[in-house]
């Protein structure tokens, strides 16, 4: 084997017979479902549904304390966060059009850096909001006796710590070495086509 | 507009072989093989022409091998020893095959892609479009994944 033509003829020896034929691909491409878009899509649709509810409630249950009117608020506010980035990130998606393997490893490191950003920032926003409307937002029921504060307040509170100091630092820290490895990795990629 | 089925039939050897040089196992090939005309058949509506057909394959194809990276998919190499038996023994066209993957697979990930294209006889232009880089970039890049390539081949007793 010395040289280039010998190699072309190997490398065409592979066999390429157990591949699906053209009727099963169609099979397999007609059936596939974007599970990424999907998930997407279902956080974009229950944000909108929360968001619904909240101003419907708002409407039909005529609050009497100012705390209740602006937990309900800024749980809306959170769910629009939630539709925003998600409808933002959902579009870069779809706008990615035919690109060369240099402009779509650009691409892949911008929506990794957006992560980042988005667990930082938009993710401690968005809990922080609903975290503070549900609490606002509870205080007008849970004002009725002094059992049911106590009761509600232990619950929601002890909802929201678990939520901030379990739930979320174990997923950010998942998600930030996941998501760290892989801009490191992306970033030497990018340097090989530099 | 060619259908999808014509299309299929012409390109899937030739995006098999590309995604087994970048990721050398066969079944993520398959896989990658399936994404990649899972994205033909989602877009192949809206391909403007722009560039060539191929070219456009090409680039879903390799852009689907880079982003494997973000699976955690690994890249074998070791499926078989470099170091052949002492023993006179005739390789078959497999292992002989298995060699040429191990040695890709050592290689950086662009530089595997480079040499899958080089190795499938697209011209160079096209493999500047797929990849990226200016036309002389490309012929640099080219000329110096060959060495590397032949240094392998080398270094394991496969050059005369």
């Known amino acids: 084997m010395d040289n280039l033509n010998d190699i072309k003829a190997l490398w065409l020896t592979a066999k390429t017979d157990s591949l699906p034929s053209s009727d099963e691909m169609l099979r397999i491409v007609k059936k596939f479902r974007n599970n990424r878009l999907r998930k997407k899509l279902t956080i974009i649709f229950v944000a909108l549904f929360c968001a619904a509810l909240e101003v419907a409630t708002m409407f039909v249950y005529k609050s009497t304390m100012i705390t209740t009117r602006l937990g309900e608020v800024l749980i809306i506010i959170a769910c629009g966060v939630l539709v925003f980035t998600n409808t933002r990130s959902m579009k870069r998606f779809i706008d990615l059009k035919d690109c060369s393997n240099k402009d779509f490893i650009e691409f892949l490191e911008q929506t990794r850096r957006n992560q980042v950003y988005y667990y930082k920032k938009t993710q401690v926003l968005g809990m922080g909001l609903s975290s503070l409307g549900l609490l606002l937002y509870l205080y007008e029921t849970a004002s009725i006796s002094t059992a049911a504060f106590i009761i509600t307040y232990t619950i929601a509170i002890i909802w929201t710590l678990v939520l901030w100091l379990v739930i979320r630092p174990r997923s950010f820290k998942k998600q930030s070495r996941k998501l760290d490895e892989t801009l490191r990795k992306l970033k030497e990629i990018s340097k090989q086509l530099d | ?160």
């Open chain 2, 1 to 160: 507009m060619a259908d999808f089925e014509e299309i299929y039939a012409q390109y899937s050897p030739q995006i098999y072989r590309v995604c087994m040089g970048y990721i050398n196992d066969k079944e993520q090939a398959k896989d990658l093989v399936q994404e990649t005309f899972i994205s033909v058949w989602k877009n192949l509506s809206t391909f403007r022409n722009e560039s060539k057909i191929s070219t456009w394959i090409f680039r879903i194809a390799t852009n689907n091998c880079l982003r494997a990276l973000e699976k955690s998919k690994r890249v074998m190499t070791t499926e078989l020893p470099f170091h052949l038996p002492d023993q006179p023994h005739e390789e078959t066209q497999e292992e002989k095959l298995a060699f040429l993957y191990n040695c890709i697979a050592e290689l950086e990930e662009t530089d595997r892609i480079i040499i899958s294209l080089v190795l499938e006889d697209l011209p160079q232009a096209e493999i500047a479009a797929i990849v990226g880089l200016s036309a002389v970039n490309t012929r640099v890049k080219i000329h110096r994944v060959k060495e590397k390539l032949a240094i392998k081949f080398k270094a394991h007793g496969q050059f005369e």
